[in-house]
């Protein structure tokens, strides 16, 4: 009965209270920039991530307070080279992964991504690597499917003109089946599954009731796909899957399931998502100009291959540093001991992480007007170096992106299809906010999911000089 007296519970209430607050002010983060409430608290945080908004409000926390900045009381985020290097680049793979990674599991597995410590990662990279590697994307079995792709998608462009095409969808049957596509892509499961992050007992518990208002994430077409496909021998020599079979490898069919339907969400969520965002940019009035210059060069260079076209390169790049594919937080654990990180001590256990979007934008130094789509950029001497070293869109070190020559590849190869036969221009019936960013866990989307264009069939020495622009422009005030 005596824990059951009010005095007590209250007594016991302030107590706690006064040394949570005290471990609080004493951390070893107190001195670190950031806004006061994150000393204390991380709901602001978390507020933000529930509503698709976290990339948004760490930026505005680094514009305010630097390249460094406490962002929740064990959590800290960083926008310098310095803080890519020692995060993600030291001892080749820099630190540990977080549990934020477990979402990423499948069918109970961890793959590859998901993976938390380097050395497990380090084994698993071994066997996927191979088919990662520039050497094997160039080959032509990989190229042909890519081009077989590349042109089923122009055909339904053609098919488009006169009327709209969305490219939210379209850009993404680049990369898989249709009906595959539209489940992994319109995935709505951003509250659920951070629910189950944040309290997975919780979760556990009204798991069957929350799902009814957020929904889980369900891909069963894309899992009898990669089951099933897993369960054949014999698959083409390029591929992941043949790599995976080798029996020296001794893998097992689910985890061979897992690590594909991983690689094929993955393609789907990022590569699609960047183009997207990319394509609608440069169908902008103010960068007609990109356009105009794009097209010149693939026109001037008809047999050149993807991969040697400068001003192509330099558009990709602009694309993927003003919408990088993973524009989110990658979180890691400070190893034990702690280290200091961009002249700051931070302390072991504390989750420390760089964002995409962040990096490429606060030190304009190396990225002048950093809001400005400017693919000359890359095409500059001056700063070659240091833009490459802050481009962070396949993250950095060990476990930067193995996909990233693929989705290279990809991107370079649909852009030079669509813009030597086609303008692309805005539909009036997009709103503003629609192409707003819409956090996804560690991917984005636009807000409206929809990208509405107009595609203008530019033939022969036609240019965009000649189309009459003027009557498809479309004002964003």
Not at 356 to 380: C, G, K, M
Not at 390 to 402: D, E, K, M, N, T
Not at 417 to 433: E, H, I, N
Not at 444 to 458: A, T
Request: glycine share 6%; net charge neutral.
């Amino acid at each position: 009965m005596l824990l059951l007296n009010p005095l007590l519970l209250g007594a016991t209430c302030l107590v706690l209270a006064i040394l949570y607050v005290y471990r609080c002010v004493a951390s070893p983060l107190r001195s670190l920039p950031g806004p006061k409430t994150s000393l204390f608290s991380s709901w602001i945080l978390k507020y933000h991530e529930l509503h698709a908004n976290r990339t948004r409000y760490i930026h505005g926390l680094h514009q305010r307070y630097g390249p460094v900045v406490r962002i929740a009381p064990n959590e800290v985020s960083f926008a310098s080279l310095e803080g890519v290097k020692e995060i993600y680049g030291s001892g080749g793979s820099g630190y540990d992964k977080t549990e934020f990674y477990n979402l990423f599991t499948i069918y109970g597995r961890r793959t590859m991504f998901s993976t938390l410590n380097k050395e497990d990662h380090a084994r698993r990279k071994r066997v996927l690597a191979d088919r990662y590697a520039n050497t094997n994307i160039l080959k032509s079995g990989s190229l042909d499917g890519i081009r077989e792709r590349s042109r089923r998608f122009v055909k339904r462009c053609s098919k488009s003109v006169g009327g709209t095409v969305d490219l939210f969808a379209f850009t993404i049957m680049l990369l898989t089946d249709e009906e595959i596509m539209k489940q992994v892509t319109f995935d709505d499961s951003l509250q659920n599954r951070l629910i189950q992050y944040y309290n997975p007992t919780l979760h556990g518990i009204i798991g069957s009731v929350l799902s009814l208002f957020a929904k889980p994430r369900e891909t069963p077409l894309a899992d009898d796909l990669v089951i099933s496909a897993t369960a054949k021998t014999s698959p083409e020599q390029f591929t992941l899957l043949s790599r995976m079979q080798d029996k020296n490898y001794d893998m097992a069919q689910i985890d061979m399931a897992a690590e594909c339907l991983d690689h094929m969400a993955a393609g789907i969520d990022t590569t699609g998502d960047a183009l997207c965002f990319l394509m609608w940019e440069i169908s902008q009035p103010g960068s007609w100009h990109v356009q105009r210059r794009l097209r010149d060069e693939l026109r001037k260079n008809p047999e050149a291959n993807f991969d040697k076209l400068p001003y192509l390169d330099a558009v990709v790049s602009e694309g993927l540093r003003c919408f990088p594919a993973i524009p989110m937080s990658l979180p890691r654990y400070v190893p034990a001991g702690g280290r200091t990180i961009d002249g700051y001590f931070v302390p072991g256990g504390t989750i420390v992480s760089c964002q995409a979007y962040s990096a490429h934008r606060i030190d304009e130094a190396v990225f002048p007007q950093p809001e400005t789509f400017n693919p000359d950029r890359w095409l500059q001497e001056a700063g070659e170096l240091d833009r490459k070293r802050l481009f962070f869109a396949f993250a950095s070190g060990g476990r930067g992106c193995i996909g990233k020559h693929l989705a290279l590849a990809e991107m370079k190869i649909l852009l030079r299809d669509v813009y030597s036969r086609f303008a692309t221009l805005p539909d009036s019936s997009m709103a503003a906010g629609d192409m707003e960013m819409s956090d996804q866990l560690i991917s984005s989307q636009p807000r409206g999911k929809k990208c509405l264009l107009r595609l203008v069939p530019v033939d022969g020495d036609e240019t965009l000089e000649i189309v009459d622009m003027s009557e498809h422009a479309v004002r964003y005030d």
